[in-house]
């Protein structure tokens, strides 16, 4: 039935995206300054915590560039395409018990057939800019998209087998006793290599890589469609770690031994976001993978490894 | 109706809408990414048709299966094909003049009846300057008697003999043509040894006031003794003689008229730039229009195709729309299958509309679960049997179709396969060398290096230079 809940639902939504894509933005800032050396202190102060909203209003200042024989169709409509997706795929994230936008019977494999189309929007955005650089990413990103999908694909199929259902709902309730991480350890390394490579994020970042490629597919963006765009991507990269905590790390649940001393909802945003930093850490201690190296990564290592976690889960779910 | 059923009702034609939206754009857009991207948008919305229906599993299944599958055709076509993103062709139309929807589309005109008879556009005033000029280069052992008409016609020009606007508008063209005609001539007796003859023709093809006029002054000496030869219209290195087949592309061989020894000359270079600047001035001309080509595309990928390009467009400039219309339908996918395909899909649609209000539907058990194997299989052999073997066979239809097409290739004659890919430079530049492997120390370690460097740099420099690069 459509009432005002459901409309108030799909507002709260969109609010949960906004709010952790800026929480994202920092957390990106912080463990790159790190990365680079230099301590936090030396960002604007407090911490630099009011560094990302400062760029994105010096960044709404800037004219929308307008491109010479530019495929606009396709450049325009890019980073629109991409927020509208990510945020369908936040209404199933499970922020607590029954703290959810919508439980679907397929959530699992909606996350997975959804995000697909978020590498298209990026393959457009670095088409249509009809650009050298542009088509080299354009191939970059389909590369990845190669890369990650059977990948997480076979990584997830471990959770689902254990708890028998695709609704994250049912499978963080499954986690009850014990987390996955438990049981599958080498299913969840898998899961975050993968969703490093479909979050661009480095060591995977080859389609939108600055030294390289000028910026890659996002090189031409400016103004309000860059800010859309860098939105949808560090929403995107929360709600990669978000589904691998409500996949391995037991969701909303709290840490067993401790119980529930925290409402249900900061765990789980908790847990994200240490997901999260552990995955952006990871990344930035790594040199950026060549395509070849990323595709052998992940058809030559990562799937066998998968497919092996498979038949574990198997053995595990029928023993144990 | 209760605003549940009007918000269904909303969502089923919008998703219709897109889903035929898409059929029609993958069909007629000319770059194969858009044709592409718009399959992809028919086939997930018709998920949005399957999510209607409650059957969201199969919805899902459907994003998951065809994104990835039309990815993979859109990469391969955008790979393998010379104008991925439909700039040639585009231009072609350009150049015909077909106005909005028609411009944009796959569609074939109608064969122009006769040129630019209604309008005066300066366009179409080219045209039939261009046009006037061919016909007096036909006649050319009567040029003396031309220039006669010529010296009379420079008075009518002024006070013109008929009432009737169209035909007064022609006798000034008329007119028009042989005075610059004379103008030309006199040009190149002032500025040009007459040994120069041939790039003359190179000039009517970038877009100035006198498209053709001036290669027609000069092809005046030249055309007697050069013949008029054929060529492919995508492969303008092909030529020959007699009307045939490319040996290349199979398509028809198209006659080009004029001097065969100045495209081979040493102004080859001179034509392309000049062409360049013709299509540049050509989409510029069209100011906001939703699509530009993309010979970018072509130039990235390889050398030697922006090239090809370049002289194709200019080989089409000497042609006038009865030329460009014959050009399309030799350069049309589909000239004699578009027919056969309507027929069988027409077959196919009643068939299928026959059984699905015939054909009794198996009952579908309520107790099922929508979550879980069962539930798809139960649902694909209930509502949805019929779609599915539609869909079946109309992927049989497809997979016949292309065996015989290819059969048919293989009976046709090739004189030697020219790999486009082989010059297509696409893979990713190397950072190392090959033989070093992925994340060794050594390249770990210079990496830290770098890395210490900057943030040492980074350190001395005042700070907030550090959150410039994270938005």
Known sequence: MMSWTEVLNALAVLGAVLVVAYFTAYLDLCLATRAAGVSLTSLPKPLGILQPLCITFNLLTKRDNRLARADHLLFRTAPIVAFVTILMVFGIIPWGQALIGRDLNVGLFFFLAILGPVTITLMNAAWGQNSKNGVLATFRAGAILFSYEITIGFAIIGPVMEAQSLSLEKIVAAQHSIWYIVLQPLGFAIYLVAALMMSFRPPFDIPLAGSELAGGALAEYSGGRFVLYKLALNALAFLLAAIGVALFLGGWQGLPLIGPFLPDWLWFLLKSFGLLALMLWCGYQLPRLRVDQMLALAWKILLPLALLNIVLVGIVALFV | ?471
């Open chain 2, 1 to 471: 109706m209760n605003w549940n059923d009007l918000l269904q009702w909303i969502v089923f034609i919008v998703c219709a809408a897109l889903v035929l939206g898409g059929a029609l754009g993958m069909t007629l857009t000319m770059s194969m990414y858009r044709a592409g991207l718009s399959l992809m948008l028919c086939l997930v919305a018709m998920a949005g048709l399957f999510v209607l229906l409650e059957a969201d599993m199969l919805a899902v299944i459907q994003v998951m299966m065809n994104v990835g599958g039309m990815l993979v055709m859109t990469l391969f076509m955008v790979m393998l094909m010379q104008d991925p993103g439909g700039e040639m062709m585009w231009d072609m139309k350009r150049k015909m003049q077909m106005p909005g929807f028609a411009a944009l589309s796959m569609f074939m005109p109608p064969k122009p009846k006769e040129v630019a008879s209604k309008n005066s556009s300066p366009d179409s005033l080219n045209q039939m300057v261009a046009q006037n000029g061919a016909k007096m280069k036909m006649t050319q052992t009567n040029k003396s008697e031309e220039m006669k008409m010529a010296a009379q016609n420079q008075d009518g020009m002024i006070k013109p003999s008929s009432s009737d606007p169209h035909r007064r508008l022609r006798e000034i063209q008329q007119a028009m043509a042989v005075m610059q005609q004379q103008l030309v001539a006199l040009e190149e007796e002032l500025d040009q040894p007459p040994t120069a003859t041939g790039s003359g023709n190179m000039d009517g093809m970038h877009h100035s006031n006198q498209p053709n006029m001036s290669s027609q002054g000069q092809s005046g000496s030249s055309a007697q003794t050069q013949p008029t030869f054929y060529t492919c219209p995508m492969h303008p290195e092909v030529r020959s003689d007699k009307p045939g087949r490319c040996p290349k592309c199979g398509m028809d061989l198209v006659p080009v008229e004029g001097s065969d020894s100045s495209s081979g000359s040493g102004s080859d270079e001179h034509s392309g730039h000049q062409t360049m600047s013709g299509m540049r001035q050509a989409s510029s001309s069209d100011g906001s229009g939703s699509m530009a080509g993309m010979p970018g595309m072509i130039s990235g990928a390889g050398g030697d195709g922006s090239m090809n390009m370049d002289m194709t467009v200019a080989s089409m400039q000497k042609r006038d729309p009865k030329g460009y219309y014959k050009m399309m339908e030799g350069m049309a996918m589909s000239t004699g299958q578009l027919k056969l395909a309507g027929i069988f899909s027409v077959i196919t649609g009643l068939v299928l509309v026959f059984l699905i209000a015939r054909v009794a539907w198996l009952p579908k058990s309520p107790a099922l679960d929508l979550d879980g194997p069962t539930r798809v299989g139960d649902l694909l052999l209930s509502d949805y049997m019929m779609a599915f073997e539609g869909a079946a066979l109309l992927i049989l239809a497809g997979i016949v179709g292309a065996v015989v097409l290819a059969r048919r290739e293989r009976n046709r004659p090739q004189k030697k396969k020219q790999s486009r890919i082989a010059s297509t430079n696409l893979v990713a530049p190397k950072h190392t060398q090959d033989n070093t492997p992925a994340l060794s120390k050594p390249y770990l370690q210079n990496f830290r290096v770098v890395q210490k460097a900057v943030a040492s740099y980074k350190a001395a420099s005042p700070s907030g230079t550090t959150t410039q690069e994270v938005g």
